[in-house]
């Protein structure tokens, strides 16, 4: 198993443009989210999924959209950049066991809004 | 909202010290969860507590869940360069229906051979 993987690993952005954050997970989990993590400082979570077809908002939505048309993938969109959303972003994967459902991360996509 | 506080942000030891990092939530929590993320890594997950007042360890790694479920501590001992990194908490008051964990601000450890 690939576990859960991110592209592009890195990317510089003009203030205004657009861009999509790839996530994919072969686990077969139905969790999903999307996290930031500012530099020095913990993750905020942007957007979560419990399925496919479901979505909803997190603590840092604002800027971001996402799509959960099947269980492996969950892009993340940001539109129209900005500077403010310069940040590593993880997306991460679980699933409910008895004993606890931790959550899988990706190796991150590093982003620089200029 | 729910904040999830860890101190200290930064400790630095000597290998072969011991080493606690400390996690207050504002609220009532149903479980907790603990990660360590290497420096330019990604969170992995160590660790999750679940009933109140419940310890674990894993070799070194002691974890603590408070009486109230508002509270929580990791403890190394005898630090090894291994260990360094930072520790994340992460709560879910939402009754485990998603999973919805909000991150502590971290412990950043640095351990000095």
């Known amino acids: 198993n690939a576990g859960v993987t991110q592209t592009p690993k890195f990317r510089i952005l003009k203030i205004g443009q657009s861009m999509t954050l790839q996530c994919a997970q072969d686990?077969?989990?139905?969790?999903m989210y999307w996290y930031r993590q500012d530099p020095g400082m913990g993750l905020k979570l942007i957007y979560y999924?419990?399925?496919?077809?479901?979505?909803d908002k997190g603590e840092v939505p604002n800027g971001y959209n996402v799509s959960r048309s099947t269980t492996e993938d969950f892009p993340l969109r940001l539109e129209l950049a900005a500077p403010s959303q310069t940040s590593v972003y993880f997306c991460a994967s679980s699933y409910w066991q008895r004993e606890g459902y931790e959550q899988y991360f990706g190796p991150g996509t590093r982003l620089t809004v200029t | 909202g729910q904040q999830v506080m860890q101190i200290p942000q930064y400790q630095h030891v000597q290998e072969g010290e011991d080493f606690t990092t400390y996690c207050n939530s504002s609220?009532?929590?149903?479980?907790i969860q603990w990660y360590k993320q290497r420096p330019g890594g990604h969170p992995v997950f160590l660790i999750q507590l679940v009933k109140s007042g419940e310890v674990k360890k894993q070799k070194r790694l002691t974890f603590q869940f408070g009486e109230a479920k508002k509270n929580s501590s990791l403890h190394i001992t005898a630090t090894q360069t291994t260990d360094v990194g930072t520790y994340f908490c992460?709560?879910?008051?939402?009754?485990?229906?998603?999973?919805?964990?909000?991150f502590g601000t971290g412990t950043l450890l640095a351990v000095q051979p």
């Open positions: 686990m077969n989990h139905n969790y």
């Open positions: 609220t009532t929590l149903s479980n």
């Open positions: 992460a709560g879910d008051n939402y009754g485990g229906a998603t999973n919805k964990l909000i």
């Open positions: 999924s419990v399925g496919a077809g479901i979505t």
